[in-house]
């Protein structure tokens, strides 16, 4: 690679990573306790557990457990009902002061066996809550998804121009190599580099599906408007269908299981909210297998009739989204995936640390004496104020 090239790609690097580079520390920071938000949940006592009976144990009816919910909160409507994946014997209802998205909602955990209040759990408040706000929007919803998107593109665009920077600088040096001997700044260097390599395609890996995750809001209103409202025609014209008029929500809930034995489902959206329509009762079902259970599959039933009107696959970038969640958080494989993805985060921090050293000391260097430089180069001009060359965290 000629000399301007290199200056060029080097420019490239030093900027997008200086912009991205304190936002990418944030959600390093942030996303360490968010891979092990079930297990701080019950450290801190915050997670719900349904009690321990025994196999077979009849279920309330869903009607029965809607019921409960919305008489601690008469003056809501439910928007949701979800089941957790681990834990079958528990509903979660959440309730909100109308069917449009908020962040104003109640949240009841029933038992799905005896239909009684476990807890009123609060998920907008405490330690985890603050994390999960700091690493999804900065407090600032939408805007602040799509920020933070754009600081995960100029991650990308980083980790890009430091991979093509990586070869000529490490030409006249063994791969890994670290030179302790030598001023800080050089070892913070080799280090910088060194780790941005290691940590290459999980950085990737994690800043692609970070990006894609700030679109969540934009691509469910995508979905709405490309394919959902196909399905609507037949309703055309016709008011909400009343409270009042709306059939049984367990009916709802088995004949979409009727249409996808084997499934299980994930949650249940209510008329009128984000994730169904006017007129329906929109139930995610799904799958078994730690791959599939991640993979939803839409099922509408008539909310006046209970008849099913339509099971719509996904389309392709709705299960990017959804496929990208649980392995921007490491949820794929379990303890030691997390434990891996917490070291791979950590090493990261240590790559953007760095990056903002070498950046603050670029006009203290010392120049190279006759005896530090013999044996080897120094690094080309190019490189000599590198700043980030992988991403954080989760």
């Known amino acids: 690679m000629n000399t301007r ?82 834990d079958d014997g528990l509903w979660f209802v959440t309730l909100t002061p109308t069917p449009a998205p908020t962040d104003d909602f109640k949240s009841v955990a029933i038992d799905a066996r005896t239909a009684q209040v476990l807890a009123q759990p609060k998920f907008d408040e405490g330690f985890m809550w603050v994390m999960f706000k700091l690493h999804v929007d900065l407090f600032a919803g939408l805007p602040g998804k799509l920020f933070l998107g754009f600081m995960g593109l100029l991650l990308l665009v980083a980790i890009v121009s430091g991979v093509v920077l990586y070869a000529p600088f490490m030409r006249k040096l063994d791969f890994g190599t670290v030179r302790r001997e030598r001023r800080p700044r050089l070892k913070w260097l080799d280090l910088h580099n060194l780790l941005g390599i290691v940590t ?117 970038y709705l299960t990017a989204l959804l496929v990208s969640q649980p392995l921007h958080f490491g949820d794929y494989g379990g303890m030691p995936m997390q434990i891996l993805w917490a070291l791979l985060d950590i090493a990261t921090i240590v790559v953007l640390g760095s990056g903002l050293y070498l950046w603050l000391k670029r006009g203290k260097a010392v120049p190279t004496t006759k005896s530090e430089s013999s044996g080897q180069s120094a690094p080309p001009a190019p490189m000599s104020r590198p700043t980030v060359t992988a991403k954080a965290g989760s």
Not at 217 to 238: C, E, N, T
Not at 286 to 306: I, K
């Open 5 to 86: 090239r290199i200056k060029t790609w080097a420019w490239v690097h030093k900027w997008s990573s200086l912009v991205c580079t304190v936002f990418m520390l944030l959600l390093c920071i942030t996303g360490l306790p968010l891979i092990f938000h079930h297990e701080i949940g019950h450290l801190l006592g915050t997670e719900v557990e349904a009690p321990k009976m025994a196999p077979g144990t009849p279920r309330a009816s869903l009607d029965r457990v809607i019921a409960t919910a919305h008489a601690l909160h008469p003056d809501r409507v439910v928007q949701f009902v979800s089941q957790p994946e681990d």
């Open 200 to 316: 290459l395609v999980w950085a990737f890996t994690v800043g692609a599906t970070g990006m894609i995750n700030t679109w969540a809001d934009l691509v469910i209103k995508y979905w709405q408007y490309d394919q959902l409202s196909a399905l609507l025609a037949p309703y055309k014209g016709q008011p909400e269908t009343p409270k009042a008029e709306r059939g049984s929500v367990q009916r709802s809930l088995e004949v979409a299981l009727e249409r996808a034995p084997g499934m299980k489902v994930s949650f249940i959206a209510f008329p009128g909210t984000a994730f169904s329509s006017p007129h329906h009762n929109t139930v995610f079902l799904r799958g078994n297998e730690p791959f599939t259970s991640r993979l939803l599959q839409p099922v509408l039933v008539d909310a006046r009739s209970n008849e099913m009107t339509a099971s719509p696959k996904l389309p392709w």
